[in-house]
Structure formats: structure tokens, C-alpha cells
């Protein structure tokens, strides 16, 4: 799973980079809406997000980026990340339903908490929020959420912000096991600071997904995107 940001450095180049991923062959490709507080967000999303609002990219900017990639990539999976206060501010259930009339099916809102997501018009069964956990969920907060109809998980793999260092909390295995034990398991994604190949086979001995995002970044800041792509080619075709 490969994550950028629209509107970074443009609007245009970030259709670019999506094309990109997609054409290494990532399974899902992630598109985050710019928000200027990123709280989740280490300091390249954070930035990239800054530059990104900076242009003045806008909410419907995004809704259309996201419809030209549906357009020339029928049959990509696309998951689309935010921040509360930009959904909010358009509107929840007008969000959510140009998300599903682009066949988004997941939204990922980290300062969200999804208990909440069908209070605030988001009950739609074709759009599912997805949950971001921490190490530190509790066995019954776990219990709970697998008891919403959840079919996709996004645990962070330590306690720190995305492109920290990498690391897998030891508590991470229990929260797998927990969540595989269901009789149709909901998948699986870890996330935050992995950047190597091997980080990212590692995190697939456990999950079903390896998110991958700041590396991405710094990669393309550094005009090494396309190489960065072909070192994770093992990783795509596992």
C-alpha cells in the first residue's frame, strides 16, 4: 500500500506519482487529502501536506484528482486518507457519497474515532471508515470494533508519527492474532517508518499489507522515486 499526497509538489505531479505506483504494482494505492495539521504525520507527510494547502488545493481538487484515477484505473483499489476537519467542513455524508460514486470503499480518518463515523452520516455499507490502533488498544476496544463489520484494520507498528524510525511493537502480534482469529478475517495493514524492502517483508510476515509512505516521498524529493519503485518489486509480486 503506497501513500501520497495530492497536490504535492502539484496537483498534476501527484497524478503523476499515482500513475507511478500504480504501474510498479501496488495493491492499494493510498491518496491523502491535504490538511495543514496532520497530526498523525511525521515532518515529510507534514510538509508535503503544507506545500500541498499552500497551492490552495481544495477538497473538490481532490474529489476530481481522485475521479481521473478511477477513470484511467478502473480496477485499482484506492483508499483515501484525511484529517476530520476537511470532511467535515464539506460535509460528511456529500463526502462519502462521492467517494463511493468514485468506488472508494475505505476511508481512513485518523483523528476520527469510528465509533462515530455512522452518527455523522457516513452509514453507507459501500464506504467503510477504517480504523487506525495503536499497541496499546485494549483487548475489549479491540473486541468492539471487530464487532462493527470492519474488513480492513490499520495498526501502527510502534508509538510514533509516520517516517520515525522503524519497528514493530511487541504487543502487535496479539492484536493480529486477535483480529485473524475471526472466522472471515477483516485485512490487515501496518504502517508508520517502514522504508526497506526488508522492513516491509518483515511487516508481511504478520499483516496483509505493508504501507509504505514518507520513503515514497523522500524518494521523489529526491528524484529516485522510480528506482525506490524497483527495489520493492519482490515486495509487490509476493
Same mark, same amino acid.
Given at each position: 500500500?503506497?501513500?501520497?499526497v495530492?497536490?504535492?509538489?502539484?496537483?498534476?505531479?501527484?497524478?503523476? &506519482?499515482?500513475?507511478?505506483?500504480?504501474?510498479?504494482?501496488?495493491?492499494?494505492?493510498?491518496?491523502?487529502?491535504?490538511?495543514?495539521?496532520? &497530526?498523525?504525520?511525521?515532518?515529510?507527510?507534514?510538509?508535503?501536506?503544507?506545500?500541498?494547502v499552500a497551492q490552495?488545493?481544495?477538497?473538490?481538487?481532490?474529489?476530481?484528482?481522485? !475521479?481521473?484515477?478511477?477513470?484511467?484505473?478502473?480496477?485499482?483499489e484506492?483508499?483515501?486518507?484525511?484529517?476530520?476537519?476537511?470532511?467535515?467542513?464539506?460535509?460528511?455524508?456529500?463526502?462519502?457519497?462521492?467517494?463511493?460514486?468514485?468506488?472508494?470503499?475505505?476511508?481512513?480518518?485518523?483523528?476520527?474515532?469510528?465509533?462515530?463515523?455512522?452518527?455523522?452520516?457516513?452509514?453507507?455499507? &459501500?464506504?467503510?471508515?477504517?480504523?487506525?490502533?495503536?499497541?496499546n &488498544?485494549?483487548?475489549?476496544?479491540?473486541?468492539?470494533?471487530?464487532?462493527?463489520?470492519?474488513?480492513?484494520?490499520?495498526l501502527?507498528?510502534?508509538?510514533?508519527?509516520?517516517?520515525?524510525?522503524?519497528s514493530?511493537?511487541?504487543?502487535?502480534?496479539?492484536?493480529?492474532?486477535?483480529?485473524?482469529? !475471526?472466522?472471515?478475517?477483516?485485512r490487515?495493514?501496518?504502517?508508520?517508518?517502514?522504508?526497506?524492502?526488508?522492513?516491509a !517483508?518483515?511487516?508481511?510476515?504478520?499483516?496483509?499489507?505493508?504501507?509504505?509512505?514518507?520513503a515514497?516521498?523522500?524518494?521523489?524529493?529526491?528524484?529516485?522515486?522510480?528506482?525506490?519503485?524497483?527495489?520493492?518489486?519482490?515486495?509487490?509480486?509476493?
Open positions: 500500500m503506497a501513500h501520497l495530492l497536490g504535492y509538489p502539484s496537483l498534476a505531479e501527484s497524478l503523476h &506519482t499515482a500513475e507511478a505506483y500504480i504501474n510498479a504494482g501496488v495493491e492499494i494505492l493510498e491518496v491523502q487529502i491535504p490538511f495543514s495539521h496532520p &497530526t498523525a504525520d511525521g515532518p515529510v507527510i507534514t510538509l508535503a501536506c503544507q506545500e500541498a490552495g488545493i481544495s477538497m473538490q481538487d481532490c474529489i476530481e484528482a481522485i !475521479r481521473a484515477l478511477r477513470a484511467r484505473f478502473p480496477m485499482q484506492i483508499m483515501v486518507m484525511s484529517y476530520v476537519n476537511r470532511i467535515y467542513a464539506y460535509g460528511f455524508q456529500r463526502f462519502v457519497t462521492e467517494m463511493k460514486a468514485e468506488g472508494v470503499q475505505h476511508l481512513i480518518v485518523p483523528d476520527l474515532p469510528v465509533d462515530l463515523s455512522s452518527a455523522l452520516g457516513s452509514a453507507d455499507a &459501500t464506504v467503510k471508515f477504517v480504523p487506525v490502533l495503536a499497541a &488498544t485494549s483487548d475489549a476496544r479491540l473486541e468492539k470494533l471487530l464487532n462493527m463489520g470492519f474488513d480492513f484494520f490499520y501502527m507498528s510502534d508509538f510514533k508519527i509516520t517516517g520515525s524510525g522503524f514493530l511493537h511487541p504487543r502487535l502480534q496479539a492484536i493480529v492474532a486477535k483480529i485473524k482469529s !475471526r472466522p472471515m478475517p477483516p490487515i495493514g501496518i504502517g508508520f517508518g517502514i522504508s526497506t524492502p526488508a522492513q !517483508r518483515l511487516v508481511l510476515e504478520e499483516a496483509d499489507v505493508a504501507i509504505i509512505g514518507s515514497l516521498i523522500q524518494a521523489q524529493k529526491a528524484g529516485k522515486l522510480e528506482e525506490y519503485l524497483e527495489s520493492l518489486q519482490d515486495v509487490f509480486q509476493a
